[in-house]
């Protein structure tokens, strides 16, 4: 079946701009997690969604960076005057409930600010 | 602080050379630890699920086991097609995963 899928799949784009990544999880996936991989560190947390609510935005570094989801089931995550430092993969998986299932990734969109 | 620690950072085979990657963690209110398998330019596949110390998961040529400190992912005769990044994660609350940095495996023919 169709797994988590990203858009786009590369974007680059000048600092200052503003960017949205879309996400389409898994039908019938209760829960959508964003996550954050730079080169050579681990994949970073940003945000969880149950349904259309985020109990969990803990993760989210600067109030530039919002995300929603309508419907129970895409999601964007926008990110406002971006910065180099925004440089990154920005991978979103999602899981049927947030009790021990694991999560299924997207391929993720290649972020660069240049 | 929560903290994963995977070792080696990077590990060289020889196909059929069997060895070990290591996850070390220090995580409260554990609630199971995640082994991923990573290509270049693709997401995280998820591989095994491990929730209690002692349990023991295979797939193929890789076995994972848990202790209350540790995970180990053993490939035994490994192929060039296993060459991949390995990623650890635990499981806390919200399934919020704390991933470490991961191995990353080249197995040379």
């Known amino acids: 079946g169709a797994g988590v899928s990203q858009s786009p799949s590369n974007k680059v784009t000048e600092k200052g701009k503003d960017v949205e990544l879309r996400c389409d999880p898994i039908?019938?996936?209760?829960?959508l997690y964003w996550y954050r991989q730079s080169l050579g560190q681990g994949l970073e947390f940003l945000i969880y969604?149950?349904?259309?609510?985020?109990?969990?935005k803990s993760g989210l570094p600067s109030d530039r960076f919002s995300a929603e989801r309508t419907g129970g089931s895409v999601s964007t995550l926008t990110i406002q005057r971006t910065q180099q430092e925004d440089s990154a993969v920005y991978l979103c998986?999602?899981?049927?409930?947030?009790?021990?299932?694991?999560?299924?990734f997207g391929n993720g969109t290649r972020l660069t600010v240049t | 602080e929560d903290q994963v620690t995977q070792s080696p950072e990077a590990l060289r085979l020889q196909e059929g050379e069997s060895s070990s990657l290591n996850c070390s963690y220090t995580?409260?209110?554990?609630?199971?630890l995640f082994w991923y398998r990573q290509d270049p330019g693709k997401g995280p596949e998820f591989l095994f699920t491990?929730?209690?110390a002692g349990e023991e998961k295979e797939k193929e040529r890789l076995k994972a086991t848990l202790t209350k400190k540790e995970s180990f992912l053993h490939i035994t005769a490994p192929k060039p097609e296993d060459s991949a990044t390995y990623l650890c994660?635990?499981?806390?609350?919200?399934?919020?995963?704390?991933f470490g940095t991961g191995t990353r495996l080249l197995v040379s023919p």
């Open positions: 998986a999602s899981s049927t409930d947030p009790a021990g299932s694991p999560l299924h």
């Open positions: 039908s019938g996936h209760t829960a």
């Open positions: 969604f149950q349904g259309n609510s985020a109990p969990d």
């Open positions: 995580v409260s209110g554990l609630r199971g």
């Open positions: 491990l929730y209690s």
């Open positions: 994660a635990v499981h806390k609350s919200f399934q919020k995963l704390v």
